[in-house]
Antibody, heavy 120, light 108 residues
Framework: DVQLVQSGAEVKKPGESLKISCKGSGYGFSTYWIGWVRQTPGKGLEWMGGMYPADSDTRYSPSFQGQVTISADKSINTAYLQWTSLKASDSAIYYC?????????????WGQGTPVTVSS | EIVLTQSPGTLSLSPGERATLSCGASQSVSYNYLAWYQQKSGQAPRLLIYGAVHRANGVPDRLSGSGSGTDFTLTISRLEPEDFAVYYCHQYAASPWTFGQGTKVEIK
């Protein structure tokens, strides 16, 4: 069975850095797109971006370009989402999502979500 | 950016009834790259339909997707108790990929 297991909830202060993770299992990690979706009560579901681990091709939504970094470590089947300086508006639930081998794909599998709270 | 508008916002129905959920796109969705997800309270979304009409693994055949271009529909032929949830459409044709705001299907 395909599984995406995300790291646990985080509570941070504005200006702090953060890196959350998503470990994939049950499939060939390198040859499926893996990405991130943000969910907030105000804006709903938002696609942030994704990566094809085999060649590190990475795509970002313009809304998140420059605000976050998506990366992956193929050797341990793990994807990451990273911030260098958090803002209160980054408070949300973050889901990792698995696509297909195509650059256009629905999200066939979702992680359990990582709640992030940014507050002074 | 393709804006997806879902209607209605809330659908109040009884078990056994038919549910029809709509998703309208501000521009044509190429290759019908349109998906539907179900989300229950406190859970991650779950893929139901991709490519506008293809059921994902394990999705019962009482759920079906239809449509093309700018108008898409998710139909649940006979509502079961586990179908009461929030449903989202999602286009992955043009960056940035976008989601609709959701339709809540609640028990009448």
């Amino acid at each position: 069975d395909v599984q995406l297991v995300q790291s646990g909830a985080e509570v941070k202060k504005p200006g702090e850095s953060l890196k959350i993770s998503c470990k994939g299992s049950g499939y060939g990690f390198s040859t499926y797109w893996i990405g991130w979706v943000r969910q907030t009560p105000g804006k709903g579901l938002e696609w942030m971006g994704g990566m094809y681990p085999a060649d590190s091709d990475t795509r970002y939504s313009p809304s998140f370009q420059g605000q976050v970094t998506i990366s992956a470590d193929k050797s341990i089947n793990t994807a990451y989402l990273q911030w260098t300086s958090l803002k209160a508006s980054d408070s949300a639930i973050y889901y990792c999502v698995r696509g297909t081998g195509s650059s256009h794909h629905a999200f066939h599998n979702w992680g359990q979500g990582t709640p992030v709270t940014v507050s002074s | 950016e393709i804006v997806l508008t879902q209607s209605p916002g809330t659908l109040s129905l009884s078990p056994g009834e038919r549910a029809t959920l709509s998703c309208g796109a501000s521009q044509s969705v190429s290759y019908n790259y349109l998906a539907w997800y179900q989300q229950k309270s406190g859970q991650a979304p779950r893929l139901l339909i991709y490519g506008a009409v293809h059921r994902a693994n394990g999705v019962p055949d009482r759920l079906s997707g239809s449509g093309s271009g700018t108008d898409f529909t998710l139909t649940i032929s006979r509502l079961e108790p586990e179908d009461f949830a929030v449903y989202y459409c999602h286009q992955y044709a043009a960056s940035p990929w976008t989601f609709g705001q959701g339709t809540k299907v609640e028990i009448k």
